[in-house]
């Protein structure tokens, strides 16, 4: 499978501001998903956007997906401190069970 | 609360010992899946299970095998472990099969090999 990539690989931000990371990939999928992973833990499901969607909320948090651009990006808005985790696309191809994540973006953010 | 538990948390081994990693979910999913964690590479797929005595490989299964007896459980051994094993392993499972669907990991199994 071919693994996808994050952007930035490492993000740091004042508490109360926006943070933007992004994710591409190489192939068709089914749908594509975020997760957080706090250190040294496992990762905890964030919110799944399906092929036919191209925005997605839940809380703070949206996503949008653009088939044509193979990306998606994760918006998490006011920023907090306990944000501060790694945080993961991952995607799945139709007619598969696997899941392929990308390398992840490190969020730092400063109260 | 729906729960993915992986027996060990911190393991140190020598080379060449046979390790086994315990995985056990209580939401009666079909689906597991073993990852490993390694810094700048992500998570790898190793193996993964859609069905009891059901298993298929992953992009690294290399060095590794798995056991399915029974629904809830699934175990990753490594039958002769090296020091390039060393890594965080985790455990997945899902109910939804083809396509893909929301993954529910335990919190990892992080092993030294000397």
């Known amino acids: 499978s071919q693994q996808g990539e994050e952007d930035p690989q490492a993000l740091s931000i004042q508490e109360g501001e926006n943070a933007t990371m992004n994710c591409s990939y190489k192939t068709s999928i089914n749908n594509l998903q975020w997760y957080r992973q706090n250190s040294g833990r496992g990762l905890v499901h964030l919110i799944l956007?399906?092929?036919?969607?191209r925005e997605k909320h839940s809380g703070r948090l949206r996503v949008t997906l653009d088939t044509s651009k193979k990306s998606s990006s994760l918006l998490i808005t006011a920023s907090r401190a306990a944000d501060t985790a790694s945080y993961f696309c991952?995607?799945?191809?139709?007619?598969?069970?696997?899941?392929?994540f990308g390398k992840g973006t490190k969020l730092s953010v400063i109260p | 609360d729906v729960k993915v538990t992986q027996s060990s948390r911190y393991l140190v081994k020598r080379t060449g010992e046979k390790v086994f990693l315990e995985c056990v979910q209580d939401?009666?999913?079909?689906?597991m899946f073993w990852y490993r964690q390694d810094p700048g590479l992500g998570l790898r797929l190793i193996y993964f299970?859609?069905?009891?005595?059901?298993?298929e490989k992953g992009d690294i299964p290399e060095g590794y095998s798995v056991s399915r007896e029974k629904k809830e459980r699934f175990s990753l051994i490594l039958e002769s472990a090296s020091t390039n094993q060393t890594s965080m392993y985790l455990c997945?499972?899902?109910?939804?099969?083809?396509?893909?669907?929301?993954?529910?990991f335990g919190e990892g199994s992080r092993l030294t090999v000397l």
């Open positions: 956007i399906r092929s036919n969607e």
């Open positions: 997945a499972s899902s109910s939804v099969g083809l396509g893909g669907g929301e993954l529910f």
């Open positions: 299970s859609y069905d009891v005595k059901m298993k």
């Open positions: 939401m009666d999913h079909e689906n």
């Open positions: 991952a995607y799945s191809g139709a007619g598969s069970y696997q899941l392929t």
